[in-house]
């Protein structure tokens, strides 16, 4: 009975978060429900559509660079152990904690006119504050997978990449995919560190500000609308991708 009534506190706590996040979102899109013909006009606004691709198209590909270089990286931390490793992922998280807008001036000294308003200054701001989650999910996932199982697969012939290939990168799978899609979520809820380095070309969260400050609250929330449809569809099939993959 303890136990049960440690649960429902604990569940009575949580929901509170719950409905604190909820709430928002339900409120515009009921809002939004109201003033339909103001969402229609802004599926038609070549402008939007425009940014909302380049959001999309610019965050997938900043997720698949952290893939790249961050799950190898992970592997390191997770099986060796060599000097200035404490700093090493301390480093890595000094991202989450930088302001926005000093990250944008940090990239625009640092990288000038190569990164200036083109898509590459877009993707290395979304890289640069999204990448710890790829690397850190990726440690926590190897990790967790016992080093004696690529042991055994090395003592049977295997190589080092193959070990890491057929045992360990398969069992550290869900927590990569689940690192994989915070990182894609907070490249594409970047907007400080773009506004900074990469003004244009134009994405959503871009736009959501200028038509803000130049309309309005009526003109920028059918965007915001979008932009939350669009994260919440692709967050929950994603979820529901790895969920599949982890029970399979």
Known sequence: MRRDYILYLFATLGTFLILYIALPIAVIFLKQASDAGMLVKTLHDPLVLEALRNSLATA??????????GVPLGYVLAREEFPGKSFVQALIDVPIVIPHSVVGIMLLVTFSRAILDNYLGIISAMLFVSAPFTINASRDGFSAVDEKLEGVARTLGASRLRAFASVALPLAFPSIASGAIMTWARAVSEVGA???VAYYPKTAQVLILEYFNNYGLRSSRPIAVLMVSLSLGIFVLLRWLVGRAKNA
Do not use: E, K, P, R
């Not at 997938?60 to 270089?69: E, N, P, R, V």
């Open 60 to 69: 997938t590909a900043t997720a698949l660079i952290a893939l790249l270089f």
């Open 194 to 196: 773009i506004l900074v």
